[in-house]
């Protein structure tokens, strides 16, 4: 990925165990601070610190409880008073093992640790594979919504084991399967057939080069990187009111269905991907319904960051593979989530 810095993604089965070596490809041994939640904790992280101590580095843990919940500030801070207990300069390494939780937190705690230091990223998920660990957003959750304090800051390398699905709940998997089928939305038909195929090494090939490509065109999301926001804005309403019972690629599954047919409805566009979305999403069991009313989502996506001025970037479905982006005032978002609620067909 040709960033400022610039990093190599690395996928494949049964990788984990030299993730040490690898990461010696692009930097030398120093301190290595792994970080990662406590169930990963007890599956993973034995044989990512075994390695990284064989490739010679100098390891230490940080463990934080798992779930969304766990994406804080509160957890932040310890994750930097951990590091600055364990001594760690600027010089040396975080190590992101885990899902999209663990990665979004500790890039930030990386990209603010002593004003920035590295960060490796090994996602374990596969929303993570598929979507958070590329890219360089990294954040945190405040009380008033998803996301809302954080930092653009890549990673200097991606080493994806898809293996370690294996022991992902199915429910873990239906997250990766949400952002997948947006990917393809978005850029590329062919890819839909791949997720349903369930063919991972090609998913998360197709998946990261698309979003190489569009962080490499907008690195600081100003323009065509808030593609990727399909399904997102009334997503991360679902997410918030559900008090993040709901997770991200379920809310953002049920997001998109949602924001399709609004958008068909408005008249912004001709396609109504509503159905073709439902039919996909259903084949893997989503449940897509939205037990909210229209006011309930409208209140919480008035604090989305795709908001400027008076004006939301919503991404409009033109076919299958193409979408484009619309800014509309807040009053036709009101009437948008109006429209999209009234016989919502979720
Ligand atoms: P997560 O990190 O909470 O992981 C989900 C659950 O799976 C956790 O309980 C975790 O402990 C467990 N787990 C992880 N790997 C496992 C494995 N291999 N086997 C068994 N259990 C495992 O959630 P997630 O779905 O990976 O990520 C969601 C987060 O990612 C959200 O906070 C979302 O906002 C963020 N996100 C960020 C970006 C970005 O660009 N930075 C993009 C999309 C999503
Ligand atoms: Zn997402």
Redesign the pocket.
Known sequence: VTTRRPYDILIGQDILADTGSYIRECVEPCKACLVT?S??NT?YSQVVISSLIEAGYQTSKIVFP???HS?NITTYTNILESLAEEGLSRSDLIIAL???????LSGFAAATYLRGIKYIQVP??Y??AV??SV?G??GLNLLYG??LAGAFWQPSMVICDYD??R???EQ?ML?GVA?AVKSGMIMEANLIDKVLKKDYGSVIERCVSIKKSIVEADERDTGIRQLLNFGHTVGHSIERLSSYKT???LAVAKGMVMESYAAYKMGLTDFDASGFLRETLSRFGFDLSIPYTAEELYKYALNDKKIHGDCIAMVIPESIGKCRLQKISLSDLGKFLRLGMEDYPG
């Open positions: 939640d169930k990963v599956i798992e779930g969304e994406k885990g899902g999209g939780v663990v990665g979004d374990t998920t929303l993570a979507d958070s890219g957003k990294t998803k996301n370690t699905f022991t992902l709940p873990e997250d952002e997770s991200h690629g």
